[in-house]
């Protein structure tokens, strides 16, 4: 019994460490944000998202810099820096969850999936459900997604003079490429 | 037996979390920044300080609108209601070139002045390497008052209505709230008030910003002007310019409130011929506003 137990424990370490060696990776993924209200339209974009994908275990993670999102408006990205998600205080934002539904992501075909897992933003991690795409395609993996935040959710502070001015819904699009570690 | 399993589902949920966090953690901590991207920005709010022009310029296809108004002295008593009775102005407009280069002209309505500006900057400070953002400004002033008699108005050829100002813009972000300046000044008048008086001084113009919030800040900055250059303004001892400011900042938008003893706001004008003094009360009252427009949409990120 007991080494039944043990070879299972065993088992599942190896698990762990057999699905680490073959992640998906990238360092160019994107990720861009909008705000649409009738007084302005806002919107950032990064193309240097990090992020990791264990096909194994269905894990995956996103990190990216804030400095990183490029917008129309260069003092947009400074107020964006300074007053709003305060990126020297917070310098990165953080995605990690589990995505589920049926996929077999050794097989190429296009798999729509659930995705949990906690949003850290601006100091403040909050749990993040949504849905999104992934496509396999020549050992590559084409992850999209869209979403809704709000920035009062993780106290993102917006004074009255420029309330009408940003959504109170973001909408958040993220798309990502990735390949097979080696 | 039971608590075999347990410490089995225990341990394997650990190492669920544990993979989890580690894939976090793989990528997180090699997050770096890409070229370019450590720039630090918004070293100042504004344009100017008060008086001296700033570091900061405006981005490349964005043009800024400046109004500077200064009432007259607040010693003047009720009667002028504390100065609010005057009122100088300057209006100018500032655009980006590139995110390095930026013109700039205005036009004050002391002694009918216009001027304009050259703004280059050299250094960026950097998060990682850079400590200190330089820029190279030179700025021209003309004045075009006319002088009530008219053979002393046409001897006073254009040559002697012309000042030129060549700056060097030394600033450093310490923190998210505290930035300095520091501006080696040299100025060139082509008429000083008397014989006695060069027509090249130095002086040498420091200002700093400390943000209270988000978007608020007081401001100051003083001009030192080197002794023994100019003596006089219109026969009038000369002080140096000390000036302070309040920032208020919403969306497009920069408030200065600002109090001073120069009245003008030209680098030639408010450096060496600054007549009023602190020590008198001959201080004004004044504001900056500053409106920006995006002309051209300025960078895109590239997208998949």
């Known amino acids: 019994m007991y080494l039944r137990v043990c070879f299972i424990f065993l088992l599942s370490v190896c698990f762990f460490y057999k699905s680490n060696a073959q992640n998906y990776i990238t360092k160019t993924g994107f990720i861009g944000f909008y705000s649409k209200t009738p007084f302005e339209d806002i919107q950032g974009e990064n193309n240097q998202v990090y992020a990791v994908l264990d096909p194994?275990?269905?894990?995956?993670?996103?990190?990216?810099?804030?400095?990183g999102f490029i917008f129309p408006k260069e003092l947009m990205q400074v107020h964006f820096n300074e007053n709003y998600v305060e990126s020297d205080k917070y310098p990165?934002?953080?995605?990690?969850?589990?995505?589920?539904?049926?996929?077999?992501?050794?097989?190429?075909?296009?798999?729509?999936?659930?995705?949990k897992g906690d949003l850290s933003l601006h100091g403040v991690t909050k749990t993040l459900e949504t849905t999104a795409q992934l496509e396999v395609k020549n050992g590559k993996i084409l992850g999209t997604s869209t979403f809704k935040i709000k920035p009062e959710d993780y106290q993102i502070t917006i004074p009255g003079v420029v309330r009408e001015k940003i959504a109170k819904d973001i909408n958040v699009k993220v798309q990502i490429t990735w390949t097979r570690t080696t | 037996m039971r608590k075999i399993y347990f410490l089995l589902i225990f341990s394997t949920l650990y190492f669920q979390v544990k993979a989890q966090d580690s894939l976090l953690r793989s990528i997180s901590d090699s997050l770096s920044a890409a070229p370019g991207t450590d720039l630090v920005k918004g070293t100042f709010k504004a344009l100017y300080i008060v008086n001296m022009k700033t570091i900061e310029a405006p981005a490349a296809g964005a043009l800024n609108f400046e109004i500077q108004h200064r009432f007259g002295t607040i010693n003047q008593g009720a009667y002028h209601l504390w100065g609010l009775d005057f009122a100088t102005l300057r209006l100018g407009l500032d655009y980006g070139i590139t995110d390095r280069l930026s013109v700039g002209i205005g036009r004050?309505?002391?002694?009918?002045?216009?001027?304009?500006?050259?703004?280059?900057?050299?250094?960026?400070?950097?998060?990682?390497?850079?400590?200190?953002?330089?820029?190279?400004?030179?700025?021209?002033?003309?004045?075009?008052?006319?002088?009530?008699?008219?053979?002393?108005?046409?001897?006073?050829?254009?040559?002697?209505?012309?000042?030129?100002?060549a700056q060097i813009q030394i600033a450093r972000k310490f923190s998210s709230r505290f930035s300095i300046q520091l501006t080696p000044t040299f100025i060139h008048y082509n008429l000083v008030d008397s014989t006695i008086d060069h027509n090249n001084v130095f002086a040498l113009a420091a200002g700093g910003r400390f943000k209270i919030t988000k978007r608020m800040a007081i401001t100051a900055e003083y001009n030192y002007l080197?002794?023994?250059?100019?003596?006089?303004?219109?026969?009038?001892?000369?002080?140096?310019?000390?000036?302070?400011?309040?920032?208020?900042?919403?969306?497009?938008?920069v408030f200065q409130l600002v109090f001073?003893?120069?009245?003008?706001?030209?680098?030639?004008?408010?450096?060496?011929?600054?007549?009023?003094?602190?020590?008198?009360?001959?201080v004004y009252f004044g504001f900056n506003i500053s409106r920006i427009f995006n002309l051209k949409p300025h960078n895109k990120a590239k997208t998949l």
Not at chain 2, 260 to 280: D, F, H, K, L, R
Request: aromatic residues 12%; glycine residues 10%.
């Open chain 1, 92 to 115: 990165k934002a953080t995605f990690s969850g589990i995505c589920s539904g049926d996929m077999e992501l050794s097989k190429d075909g296009i798999y729509q999936v659930a995705i």
């Open chain 2, 226 to 253: 080197f002794p023994n250059q100019l003596n006089s303004y219109n026969g009038l001892p000369l002080h140096n310019a000390l000036s302070f400011g309040w920032d208020i900042e919403t969306g497009g938008h």
């Open chain 2, 108 to 165: 004050s309505s002391v002694l009918e002045t216009f001027d304009g500006y050259v703004k280059y900057k050299l250094l960026r400070q950097t998060e990682t390497g850079m400590p200190i953002s330089v820029g190279l400004l030179g700025t021209t002033s003309y004045f075009t008052d006319k002088i009530s008699d008219p053979k002393l108005d046409s001897a006073f050829k254009s040559e002697y209505r012309l000042a030129y100002t």
């Open chain 1, 56 to 67: 194994s275990s269905h894990h995956l993670a996103f990190a990216v810099l804030l400095k």
């Open chain 2, 260 to 282: 001073t003893n120069a009245q003008t706001m030209n680098e030639p004008q408010y450096i060496g011929q600054t007549t009023g003094s602190w020590g008198n009360g001959d």
